[in-house]
């Protein structure tokens, strides 16, 4: 099978500051993968090489068969990503966000509307918030906003960048749970990225936890039946928070 995304000894210096090192990194269709790390580890470097927002130093990148640099503007409507903050529009409503994308792919005014309130429909917020105003959402709600927005252009790829970790914890798992389920549902490729281990241990089929400079520490596959298992999990949540602290100790 061929990688959506395939990293293969990339590096990224900026100045005289390697943020990431000789990385190789494959990422199939259908997968949904963590890259856990601590601030300063490489994951936000590693998602902007990924978007085509920053050249690699050295090193080959391919994303859905681009380079996400050079080829920039193929990747538009293949490539989705929700963020930490949410990035509402203030002067636009719940539906007219979701529009916002199909707008930029020019898709019709008639189709957009359909396709908006279809979307904020599958992410389970309720119609009587279609039309307000971002201000007037909850976090949660605003959070399903950007998820219908990243999701009603049909992309192949998702980016999460902390795209849960400013919610409560219970928001946080309930929302957690319906992505994941659209993202199986629709078998879509997701790459998490995340300082939040109970994140990647309920969404992802792989974990990768990142060290600095950008460097892979430890890599985990993780069935549904290891989901359940509550020993598996501690076990497997104590190790990780140990690599984590090893990087930072490093430092």
Request: proline share 3%.
């Amino acid at each position: 099978m061929t990688p959506i995304i395939d990293l293969v000894r990339v590096s990224k210096v900026f100045g005289t500051q390697v943020a990431v090192d000789n990385l190789s990194l494959a990422v199939f269709p259908g997968e949904v993968v963590a890259l856990v790390g601590q601030t300063g580890a490489g994951k936000s470097t590693i998602m902007n090489l990924i978007l085509g927002q920053i050249q690699a130093t050295s090193g080959k990148i391919t994303v859905d068969g681009c380079d996400p640099y050079a080829d920039y503007q193929a990747l538009r409507g293949k490539v989705a990503v929700s963020f930490q903050s949410d990035r509402l529009l203030p002067w636009r409503t719940t539906r007219e966000n979701v529009e916002l994308g199909l707008e930029i792919l020019h898709r019709p005014k008639s189709q957009r509307k359909t396709l908006a309130t279809q979307w904020l429909n599958r992410v389970k917020l309720e119609t009587a918030h279609h039309e307000k105003y971002p201000h007037q959402l909850s976090g949660g709600m605003r959070q399903r906003v950007s998820f219908a927005r990243a999701l009603v252009v049909d992309p192949d790829l998702i980016l999460l960048d902390e795209s849960f970790s400013q919610l409560d914890h219970v928001t946080s798992k309930t929302l957690r749970v319906d992505f994941l389920t659209l993202v199986k549902e629709l078998h879509k490729t997701c790459v998490l990225i995340t300082h939040r281990i109970d994140d990647a241990l309920e969404m992802a089929d792989r974990i990768i936890v990142l060290g600095s400079p950008g460097v892979i520490r430890l890599e985990l596959t993780i069935t549904d039946a290891m989901k359940t298992d509550q020993a598996w999990l501690a076990t497997t949540t104590r190790n990780i928070a140990t690599v984590m602290e090893a990087h930072l100790s490093s430092e």
